[in-house]
């Protein structure tokens, strides 16, 4: 019988195309993925895997093996889903991934608040902007600027998040907008819409730095390298920042949660997804949305 957890192995492998992402994605080394690979291969007496020297890349039985091996994954994911589906004290630990902006100036300094609500729930919040997989238990829930799309969630819009252009106090051209420089993002975020609105109202002035993230925008404008393109709740209530051109385009970007709709009844989740869309309903700055259960 050949080993799951060697098999999990080669999954994480293709999943992230290589070893050390693989075993970043593990939590263990990379001798030990590279251990583990070595033990299959030599078990099914085949090569499954090229290693290049950058990357990894499977060989037409190795793609093969992955497709049959991701049906093994699903199965063994489902069962860990219906025996947590079943556990019906409201305990244990529920892993949340959300995007940095919310993490750092929203989520964070309120955990608190949930702990004394749910002293026996805790939890695990991952700050990342991938994509994550909850069919595969990389998350219990996720929290996203854009919909989520994977086909065995559930998903809820919970609320919106205004942007406004703001910068520094000190900012040197504070008073003179064709003078304005701004902080944008790259190419890589053509597709973006906060990118396009910022983009639009910029027009031809230029770009005084490209930071692919909103703190770092924050950070940069509080310093006063230019105008940022800044949620309102942050952007309102920091007296370094001033908020310039209030007649701009309005824009905001949508915030949406998602469960994997085996988990979505489990009381841990229940009280986190819970927990989260009441602070996105009563924060200032933010817009909430008429309260619809996912």
Same mark, same amino acid.
């Given at each position: 019988?050949?080993?799951?957890?060697?098999?999990?192995?080669?999954?994480?492998?293709? &999943?992230?195309?290589?070893?050390?992402?693989?075993?970043?994605?593990?939590?263990?080394?990379?001798?030990?993925?590279?251990?583990?690979?070595?033990?299959?291969?030599?078990?099914?007496?085949?090569?499954?895997?090229?290693?290049?020297?950058?990357?990894?890349?499977?060989?037409?039985?190795?793609?093969?093996?992955?497709?049959?091996?991701?049906?093994?994954?699903?199965?063994?994911?489902?069962?860990?889903?219906?025996?947590?589906?079943?556990?019906?004290?409201?305990?244990?630990?529920?892993?949340?991934?959300?995007?940095?902006?919310?993490?750092?100036?929203?989520?964070?300094?309120?955990?608190?608040?949930?702990?004394?609500?749910?002293?026996?729930?805790?939890?695990?919040?991952?700050?990342?902007?991938?994509?994550?997989?909850?069919?595969?238990?990389?998350?219990?829930?996720?929290?996203?600027?854009?919909?989520?799309?994977?086909?065995?969630?559930?998903?809820?819009?919970?609320?919106?998040?205004?942007?406004?252009?703001?910068?520094?106090?000190?900012?040197?051209?504070?008073? &003179?907008?064709?003078?304005?420089?701004?902080?944008?993002?790259?190419?890589?975020?053509?597709?973006?819409?906060?990118?396009?609105?910022?983009?639009?109202?910029?027009?031809?002035?230029?770009?005084?730095?490209?930071?692919?993230?909103?703190?770092? &925008?924050?950070?940069?404008?509080?310093?006063?390298?230019?105008?940022?393109?800044?949620?309102?709740?942050?952007?309102?209530?920091?007296?370094?920042?001033?908020?310039?051109?209030?007649?701009?385009?309005?824009?905001?970007?949508?915030?949406?949660?998602?469960? &994997?709709?085996?988990?979505?009844?489990?009381?841990?989740?229940?009280?986190?997804?819970?927990?989260?869309?009441?602070?996105?309903?009563?924060?200032?700055?933010?817009?909430?949305?008429?309260?619809?259960?996912?």
């Amino acid at each position: 019988m050949i080993d799951w957890e060697n098999l999990r192995y080669l999954l994480a492998v293709a &999943h992230t195309g290589s070893l050390s992402g693989a075993a970043r994605h593990l939590g263990v080394d990379h001798a030990t993925v590279s251990r583990r690979l070595a033990g299959l291969e030599e078990q099914v007496e085949v090569r499954l895997l090229e290693r290049l020297p950058r990357a990894c890349r499977l060989t037409p039985i190795g793609q093969r093996v992955v497709e049959l091996a991701q049906g093994m994954e699903e199965s063994a994911y489902a069962i860990e889903r219906l025996i947590d589906a079943s556990r019906s004290p409201l305990s244990g630990t529920v892993t949340l991934s959300a995007p940095p902006v919310l993490v750092a100036n929203f989520l964070a300094g309120r955990l608190a608040s949930f702990r004394q609500q749910n002293p026996a729930v805790r939890i695990s919040v991952s700050s990342e902007t991938r994509k994550v997989s909850l069919a595969r238990r990389e998350a219990d829930v996720i929290l996203r600027l854009s919909r989520p799309e994977e086909p065995s969630s559930v998903v809820r819009k919970i609320g919106r998040m205004p942007f406004g252009l703001y910068a520094s106090r000190q900012y040197i051209h504070l008073h &003179h907008p064709p003078a304005w420089e701004f902080i944008t993002y790259n190419e890589g975020f053509a597709d973006v819409p906060r990118r396009q609105w910022l983009a639009r109202f910029q027009g031809e002035r230029a770009s005084a730095c490209e930071i692919n993230d909103v703190n770092g &925008h924050l950070t940069a404008a509080q310093a006063g390298a230019g105008v940022a393109g800044l949620p309102v709740f942050i952007g309102d209530t920091d007296a370094r920042l001033q908020r310039v051109a209030p007649d701009a385009e309005p824009f905001s970007c949508d915030i949406w949660i998602a469960v &994997h709709r085996d988990l979505r009844r489990t009381p841990p989740v229940r009280a986190v997804m819970d927990f989260i869309a009441k602070i996105v309903a009563d924060h200032p700055g933010l817009e909430s949305l008429p309260n619809k259960r996912v």
